[in-house]
């Protein structure tokens, strides 16, 4: 069998090494986004434990770090691996692209999920979810009351009726989120290795689920708010 050009072999190598980075940030992500939801849902425990909780984020890694550093390590550490993310995802799909020998005249029916299909766009509309969240809820920019002091507060004013619209865009936006994490959990088990048949109905019905739970969780809040469960 004739071997490929060196060039194309390095392409190659390079791309299962980004595919590789993306599937580990990518679980990285996950795993932050979980633990952030379970803190979210003890707002249902009322506003003293809410608060409590809030203030303890602060507070970690006390005495070996000053107060807060925990923090700002994970925002580090976090936004290091969706910049990756992105550009690891936008590299992958500039390689495609250019590996198209020729370009549809008439685009076909793309074989595939709605997932699979809404993953740039579903990106997209994430990064605007999150820039929006840190002004909102993390420095208070946007919130109506922005009391660092008051998490409870601020999270009761921001998804209050009279704000449909701030529940409504946060409702999308985790819905999102779900499609993307239901599609890229699937990939990364495949690119890490899982892939019999068995292993793929396995990792689909694994990440549907775990995409479910993350969505119900999320949404929870607001619409705990919204209705006067959470005032």
Do not use: C
Not at 183 to 210: C, D, K, M, N, Y
């Amino acid at each position: 069998m004739r071997k490929a050009p060196a060039p194309a072999r390095r392409r190659t190598r390079s791309s299962v090494g980004l595919k590789i980075f993306m599937a580990v940030t990518g679980i990285l992500l996950v795993l932050f986004l979980y633990l952030h939801m379970a803190g979210n849902l003890k707002i249902f425990f009322g506003g003293t434990t809410f608060d409590h909780y809030a203030a303890w984020l602060r507070t970690i890694g006390e005495p070996l770090l000053p107060k807060t550093w925990y923090l700002y390590i994970q925002r580090t550490v976090l936004t290091v691996a969706v910049l990756g993310h992105i550009a690891a995802a936008t590299i992958l799909a500039r390689r495609a692209a250019k590996a198209r020998p020729v370009k549809y005249k008439h685009r076909p029916k793309v074989q595939g999920s709605y997932a699979a299909r809404t993953m740039r766009w579903g990106g997209v509309i994430i990064l605007l979810f999150v820039i929006f969240h840190i002004l909102d809820l993390t420095t208070g920019t946007l919130n109506p009351v922005g009391d660092k002091a008051n998490p409870y507060g601020n999270v009761v004013a921001d998804f209050a009726p009279h704000r449909w619209y701030v529940t409504l865009f946060y409702a999308l936006a985790i819905v999102a989120v779900g499609f993307h994490l239901r599609h890229g959990l699937f990939s990364a088990v495949r690119t890490l290795g899982q892939q019999s048949p068995r292993g793929e109905r396995i990792a689909r019905a694994t990440a549907l689920v775990l995409s479910l739970v993350l969505v119900i969780g999320y949404l929870s809040v607001p619409f705990a708010v919204l209705t006067g469960i959470v005032k």
